[in-house]
C-alpha cells in the first residue's frame, strides 16, 4: 500500500482564492511527522509545514495551513488567498519514528497547482 | 545563510559512461541525503549519513552507484556505469541531525539525461 497518497495530479485556483491540496496517509506507527513541501519548475524543493502525529493544534504558516485529521489519517494543505507565484508541484510526505530523529522522508506523488490571473 | 549546493546543475552522458555528483549542505548540518527524483514522482531516499557515516543506503543499487562523504560535510554521489533507466533529477538535502532535527532542506538538484 501507498504511504501517502495525492489523489489531485492537478489543480486550478482563481488568484487570491483558497485551494486545499489533499494527502492521505498509512502508517502503524503512533509517533510520525507530516511535511509539506513545494517545488517551483526551477526544482528546488522548499519546505513549507510541518505537522507532529501528537500536535493537538493544525499547523500554521503565513498563508498555509495543514487540515489535520488524524482519525482521518489525512493532512491536507489549504493555502489561502493564491498568488501567481504559488503556481508549483506540492508534494506531501511522512517521516515515521520519534520526532528528533533524522529518517527518511516518504513522499506522494505530487499535485501541480496551477493560480489563473 | 548559504543553502544546499549541488553542482553541476545539468549532465548529459551516453550510457555506460560514469558521472558524479557533489552537494555542500548548510553548515552545521549532520545529517545528509540523495535523493532521486523520477520524471512526475516524488523523490525516492538513495542514501543517508549522519557526519560521515551512511546510516541507511539500503535503497541504493550497490552494484552502480557509490558514494561518500569524506569530513562528515561535502558529499559525492557516483553512479558507473550509467544506464538509460538512470535519467532523473538527484536531489540533495541535509538537516541538523540529532534532538531537534525536523524538516530537510533541498538543494536545487541535478538533471542527468542518459542517452
Known amino acids: 500500500a501507498q504511504k501517502i497518497t495525492q489523489t489531485q495530479p492537478g489543480m486550478f485556483v482563481q488568484e487570491k482564492e483558497a485551494v486545499t491540496l489533499d494527502c492521505t496517509y498509512d502508517?502503524?506507527?503512533?509517533?510520525?511527522?507530516l511535511f509539506w513541501y513545494k517545488q517551483p519548475s526551477s526544482g528546488e524543493m522548499i519546505f513549507l509545514i510541518y505537522q507532529g502525529s501528537y500536535d493537538e493544534q493544525n499547523a500554521t504558516e503565513g498563508r498555509y495551513s495543514l487540515n489535520f485529521q488524524k482519525a482521518r489519517k489525512s493532512a491536507n494543505l489549504v493555502i489561502s488567498a493564491s498568488q501567481l507565484g504559488d503556481s508549483a508541484m506540492y508534494f506531501c510526505?511522512?517521516?515515521?519514528?520519534?520526532?528528533?530523529?533524522?529518517?527518511?522522508?516518504?513522499f506522494g506523488s505530487g499535485t501541480q497547482l496551477t493560480v489563473l490571473p | 545563510e548559504a543553502g544546499v549546493v549541488q553542482s553541476p546543475r545539468y549532465k548529459i552522458i551516453e550510457k555506460k559512461q560514469p558521472v558524479a555528483f557533489w552537494c555542500n549542505p548548510i553548515?552545521?548540518?549532520?545529517?545528509l541525503y540523495w535523493y532521486r527524483q523520477n520524471l512526475g514522482q516524488g523523490p525516492e531516499l538513495l542514501i543517508r549519513y549522519e557526519n560521515e557515516e551512511a546510516v541507511d543506503d539500503s535503497q541504493l543499487p550497490k552494484d552502480r552507484f557509490s558514494a561518500e562523504r569524506l569530513k562528515g560535510v561535502d558529499s559525492t554521489l557516483k553512479i558507473q556505469p550509467a544506464e538509460l533507466g538512470d535519467s532523473a533529477v538527484y536531489l540533495c538535502?541535509?538537516?541538523?541531525?540529532?534532538?531537534?532535527?525536523?524538516?530537510?532542506?533541498f538543494g536545487p538538484g541535478t538533471r542527468l539525461t542518459v542517452t
Open positions: 510526505a511522512m517521516r515515521e519514528g520519534f520526532s528528533g530523529s533524522a529518517r527518511q522522508l516518504t
Open positions: 502508517t502503524s506507527d503512533q509517533s510520525y511527522g
Open positions: 538535502a541535509s538537516s541538523l541531525g540529532g534532538a531537534g532535527d525536523r524538516e530537510q532542506y
Open positions: 553548515s552545521g548540518h549532520n545529517t
